[in-house]
């Protein structure tokens, strides 16, 4: 099922009482999901590489007056299973669970072709798109499980549903990260288990992807929030298994 979203408006509260973790939320969509959460009354717990950039966000959402976020310093790249367990034990002990995820951080590689294609940017690629949510994941669902109505979000991508040319491990990262979406879904029952294809979005990724492109042509995050409250929020009870566009 694919909602029709054009029109949806959500609650002021939509989020109220609800914790929720957002990687790569230093900028870009993850940064304008965490502060959104926030203004709908979600404690977000912002997970990214840079600190400054967590901060910034944090200060941001301080002086918006909503819930006081907290921050986990995580290079997904090099992390290792102790760092995966000591988030879940912080946020055990500050949150004691886990009514959101949103797997948001991601990296863009080459874009060549599969021929000339750097195996060890394929490999870090792999990781981080694909690897890390897994793991991530699987690390979280224990505090995602005391949750009564849990919702996670993988970002995928139109490459990620019907390759092109060049797209090289981006593109088969996205594949992998639907099908551990559908896994999931067929799996865990008592949660909602989802993807997300923001589209062609004023973002630091897109302007690699496309140096050409006039940014002033595109949506900005903020534009297509809506998808994103409305699955992390109790609206889209029932929907689980999907893959759902922004534009």
């Known amino acids: 099922m694919n909602p029709d979203l054009e029109n949806y408006t959500p609650a002021p509260d939509l989020l109220k009482d609800r914790f929720i973790l957002v990687t790569g939320a230093g900028d870009g969509i993850g940064a304008t999901a965490a502060r959104t959460f926030a203004h709908h009354g979600a404690t977000v717990a912002l997970v990214g590489r840079t600190q400054a950039k967590l901060e910034a966000v944090y200060d941001a959402i301080e002086a918006a007056g909503g819930p006081k976020p907290t921050i986990a310093v995580m290079d ?27 797997h948001n951080a991601g990296i863009l590689g080459h874009r060549s072709p599969i021929e000339h294609y750097e195996i060890k940017t394929w490999l870090e690629v792999m990781h981080i798109n694909l690897n890390a949510p897994f793991i991530l994941t699987q690390t979280l669902l224990p505090l995602l499980h005391k949750s009564t109505d849990p919702s996670i979000v993988f970002t995928s991508s139109g490459v990620g549903r019907t390759s092109r040319a060049y797209w090289g491990a981006y593109a088969v990262s996205k594949f992998g990260t639907e099908g551990l979406m559908q896994t999931l879904a067929s799996e865990l029952n008592n949660m909602r288990i989802n993807c997300i294809n923001p589209g062609p979005i004023r973002t630091a990724m897109r302007k690699a992807a496309y140096p050409g492109e006039d940014p002033t042509t595109l949506l900005t995050p903020a534009d297509i929030m809506a998808t994103y409250l409305y699955l992390l929020g109790p609206d889209s009870k029932g929907i689980s298994g999907a893959s759902l566009d922004c534009q």
Request: without cysteine; negative net charge; aromatic residues 12%.
């Open 76 to 102: 997904f790249s090099t992390t290792q299973g102790d760092a995966y367990q000591s988030l879940v034990d912080a946020l055990q002990e500050q949150f004691g669970r886990l009514d959101g995820l949103l």
